[in-house]
């Protein structure tokens, strides 16, 4: 009498075609909520008249933050880098901006 198991490579290709439908949601997620370039302006712009005062922004114009800022667009996210660091990040639909700002003008 011999008993034969079952084997264990069709529960592991079954759990790693969910692994990988998982993931690839989660990327396909990532890839449609990425904010772009006018939302991280809007929020820098937004973090910058809370943080500095009302003087100092008077100057500062939306076309001179687009010369001195740059917009990166890395698929699953996206960020603002100034000559000072990094200014903002974006992913799943929400843009956060960084100390940066505050020392930049």
């Known amino acids: 009498m ?6 264990p490579a069709a529960k592991t290709k079954s759990n ?12 396909i997620i990532l890839v449609l909520t990425n904010p772009n ?7 820098i712009q937004e973090a910058r008249k809370a943080r500095l005062p009302a003087v100092m ?3 500062n114009s939306n076309s001179a933050m ?4 740059e917009y990166h667009n890395y698929g699953i996210f996206s960020a603002v880098t100034g000559t000072s660091g990094t200014w903002s990040f974006g992913y799943l639909g929400r843009v956060q901006t960084t ?5 930049a003008f």
């Open 16 to 27: 790693v075609k969910w692994l990988l439908c998982v993931i690839t949601g989660i990327l």
């Open 99 to 103: 100390e940066e700002i505050k020392g």
């Open 57 to 59: 922004l008077e100057g």
């Open 37 to 43: 370039q006018t939302a991280h302006f809007t929020a």
């Open 66 to 69: 687009g010369l001195i800022l």
């Open 2 to 7: 011999s008993i034969v198991p079952h084997p």
